[in-house]
Nanobody
């Protein structure tokens, strides 16, 4: 079992930055693939980024070059640094964990989820 708790959401203006954190409790955090997803009202949950045990990363095209995912296995924590935020980034952001060594972009491939944190970007 893995429990995930996100923090770091908030309200920012266009062009601003936020860093989301996700703390994991449970066994073998370092072996999991960790992902960030987001969901806006009326839309399906969508992939943002993922980082593997190896440190390899993958990003959605809409955030590549603006967002950076990272992990600190010693702290059981991973992060999403979001720069140059746009109004279309407004959503609830969820962290997730998958007991997998490969990139996964489908939310159904992730077994564990945090409660979500709201990010609102205003013009």
């Amino acid at each position: 079992q893995v429990q995930l708790v996100e923090s770091g959401g908030g309200n920012v203006q266009t062009g601003g930055s936020l860093r989301l954190s996700c703390v994991a409790s449970g066994r073998a955090f370092e072996t999991y693939a960790m992902g960030w997803f987001r969901q806006s009202p009326g839309k399906e949950r969508s992939f943002v980024s993922t980082i593997l045990q190896s440190g390899a990363t993958l990003y959605a095209a809409s955030v590549k070059g603006r967002f950076t995912i990272s992990r600190e296995n010693a702290k059981n924590t991973f992060y999403l640094q979001m720069n140059n935020l746009k109004p279309e980034d407004t959503a609830i952001y969820y962290c997730a964990a998958a007991p997998d060594r490969y990139f996964r972009q489908d939310p159904n491939d992730y077994a564990y989820w945090g409660q979500g944190t709201q990010v609102t970007v205003s013009t």
